[in-house]
Nanobody
Framework: QVHLVESGGGLVQAGGSLRLSCAAS????????VSWFRQAPGKEREFVAA????????YYAASVKGRFTISGDNAKNTVYLQMDSLKPDDTAVYYC??????????????????WGQGTQVTVSS
């Protein structure tokens, strides 16, 4: 059994920062990659950032590159998303997701087996 729990969301003004956390429990040694996605009202869930579970290779969506930083702490089984220079367009529910098999596109939701419940991020203008 695997559980992913996100935290750290909230309300922030444009230009501000937030740090999201994704705490994993269970069979985390099976993980290949952990990613962050987000879903705004009326829109599809979209890829934000990814990190290899046993390494430091990272990937970012073009819309957040240079503003967001994904990192991991294997000792704590936790992945973080540092979000700086936030914009109103970043407002969404943010989800972490874990992939437990190789292959698949990192930006496709179907690649991931496990999902958290999401945390709301609201950026006011």
């Amino acid at each position: 059994q695997v559980h992913l729990v996100e935290s750290g969301g909230g309300l922030v003004q444009a230009g501000g920062s937030l740090r999201l956390s994704c705490a994993a429990s269970g069979r985390t040694f099976d993980f290949n990659r952990v990613s962050w996605f987000r879903q705004a009202p009326g829109k599809e869930r979209e890829f934000v950032a990814a990190i290899g579970w046993r390494g430091s290779t990272t990937y970012y969506a073009a819309s957040v590159k240079g503003r967001f930083t994904i990192s991991g702490d294997n000792a704590k089984n936790t992945v973080y998303l540092q979000m700086d220079s936030l914009k109103p367009d970043d407002t969404a529910v943010y989800y972490c997701a874990a992939q437990n098999s190789p292959g698949g596109s990192l930006s496709y939701t179907t690649t991931y087996t496990f999902w958290g419940q999401g945390t709301q991020v609201t950026v006011s203008s």
